[in-house]
């Protein structure tokens, strides 16, 4: 199977557990909640929507494994691994505020090669394939071509349970809020992302996350001509636990404010 039918599939995958979960919103109750960690929530909506994404998944590419949020299957290819989230800003779903999406990507030898992002709230659909573009909805996508740091709008995410390097991140905020049109923090990195790559926002930034935050989102702002690292520049963005991705015109301006300011 190409690339292109295998991108295919996963976006019919995500649109069919999608209505899964929008049919949830107004179902699941407090007493459906499980807590995780510190801020960290799952509801059986979270574990219905994996299994159901790891049985067509399956079904895609049945050589692949898996590294799945809520570990409803355990099993890692040796070559192909699809990384999912099934439903990133779960606190934003539970809460009735509708930004939260699906995210999928399909690893080979540890690189994205396939990303979607379902965002549920307005119903888009995010995809990318390696070499093959990025598309909303099945419209190339492209990031910002802005080039001015004070006509930008970047976003960014809180932490939610490691907060060594708070301090360092109030006063980046404090500078971006001073060198920008703002700062949004919208509660799922895999939203984030997506709207980096069809140029709504021109950067975003956060640490704390793992890889089915961002991998499908990576590859995304990277087709739409974007650019990913983690703080330093360096490509440990999946598994280091930070990631920074923005347009050509001002990924390196906000890069080096990042740098000066968390890696200190």
Request: charge should be negative.
């Amino acid at each position: 199977m190409q690339l292109k039918e295998i991108t295919e599939s996963v976006c019919d995958l995500c649109l069919k557990v999608g209505d899964f979960i929008l049919k949830q919103q107004d179902v699941v109750r407090e007493q459906d909640v499980e807590v995780k960690s510190l801020n960290s929530l799952v509801s059986y909506v979270d574990k219905k929507a994996e299994e159901q994404l790891i049985k067509g998944l399956s079904k895609i590419v049945p050589a692949a494994g898996f590294i799945a949020e809520e570990g409803t299957e355990t099993k890692q290819g040796e070559i192909y691994n699809w990384v999912v989230d099934p439903l990133d800003g779960t606190t934003n779903f539970l809460h009735g505020i509708p930004v939260y999406a699906i995210s999928v990507a399909l690893f080979k030898n540890g690189k994205p090669i396939v990303g979607v992002v379902y965002e549920l709230g307005k119903k888009e659909l995010f995809s990318a394939s390696l070499n093959g573009g990025a598309f909303l909805n099945g419209e190339a996508i492209h990031v910002s071509e802005n080039q001015v740091l004070a006509n930008s709008l970047l976003a960014t995410g809180f932490p939610y349970y490691n907060f060594d390097r708070v301090d360092a991140f109030l006063d980046l905020l404090k500078t971006l809020f001073e060198k920008t049109r703002g700062v949004r923090r919208l509660g799922s990195a895999a939203t984030d992302l997506a709207y980096v790559a069809c140029g709504r926002f021109d950067a975003f930034f956060e640490y704390g996350l793992n890889a089915w935050d961002v991998a499908a989102g990576a590859l995304l702002v990277q087709e739409a001509g974007g650019k990913v690292s983690d703080y330093t520049g360096g490509e440990n963005y999946f598994f280091g636990g930070e990631i920074m991705a923005g347009s050509k015109g001002l990924y390196a301006e906000v890069l080096i404010l990042l740098n000066s300011k968390m890696n200190t």
